[in-house]
């Protein structure tokens, strides 16, 4: 079982459309969560911070649930700009400090006029 | 605004040839880490260094070296390269305090083709 998994999708949305993606964990002591972006030939970049009270930013909120080990991020008012990778991201921490972040694999998303 | 600079961007090797990636920040980051990606797999972290002169490996270390000899740079090294060392090799480094935030900084990266 991987670590992080989401479903790689795509999801091809309309312009204006509200998406979620999903994400499970199975590392129960991880630490924090987050929500990484990735366009196409880039590198990641950090989109949000997961919390368990939820959280938003703009269109997007993003949502933990520790007992199911389970994340996720919507997305409200599809822009084409939108379109890109989305990797759910877990921080288990290392040994005498520092980030250890495992990634999922990515939901591609693509939205279309 | 340079951030994480790596080079080279791209690179071809033959089987058995040898090379460096070389990334140096400009934010006077602790912690820096050399991750690769490949399609289906995500990002997975090979070796990662909390300060200078420090080196660990991670999840994939296995044909790879490193070394930080100075703060603001961490090389990665490929003795013997191997058909599958091919992928995208990010560098990516952080401040100490950012365990909560989780926020890596990453570099372009680093295309590598072994034939």
């Known amino acids: 079982r991987k670590e992080v998994e989401q479903d790689p999708g795509p999801f091809n949305v309309p312009e204006g459309a509200t998406v979620a993606f999903n994400c499970t964990y199975s590392?129960?002591?991880?630490?924090?969560f987050f929500w990484y972006r990735q366009d196409c030939r880039k590198e990641p970049k950090l989109l949000m911070s997961?919390?368990?009270s939820g959280n938003e930013d703009g269109r997007f909120t993003a949502q933990l649930n520790r007992a199911s080990q389970y994340i996720s991020l919507l997305i409200r008012d599809s822009k084409l700009s939108d379109s890109a990778t989305y990797l759910c991201?877990?921080?288990?921490?290392?040994?005498?400090?520092?980030?250890?972040?495992?990634f999922g694999t990515g939901t591609q998303l693509k939205v279309e006029l | 605004n340079a951030g994480v600079t790596q080079t080279p961007k791209f690179r071809v090797l033959k089987t058995g040839q040898s090379m460096t990636l070389l990334c140096a920040q400009d934010?006077?980051?602790?912690?820096m880490y050399w991750y690769r990606q490949d399609p289906g797999m995500g990002l997975r972290l090979i070796h990662y260094?909390?300060?200078?002169?420090?080196?660990a490996k991670g999840e994939v270390p296995d044909g790879y070296n490193v070394s930080r000899l100075k703060k603001q740079n961490f090389l990665l090294g490929l003795e013997s390269a191997a058909p599958s060392q091919t992928s995208v090799y990010f560098c990516?480094?952080?401040?100490?305090?950012?365990?909560?935030?989780?926020?890596?900084?990453f570099g372009e990266g680093s295309r590598l083709t072994v034939l």
């Open positions: 590392n129960s002591a991880s630490q924090s």
């Open positions: 260094s909390v300060g200078e002169g420090t080196t």
């Open positions: 990516a480094s952080s401040y100490r305090t950012s365990l909560l935030t989780g926020e890596l900084f």
């Open positions: 997961v919390y368990s």
């Open positions: 991201v877990v921080n288990e921490g290392l040994t005498g400090g520092g980030n250890k972040l495992t």
């Open positions: 934010m006077n980051h602790e912690y």
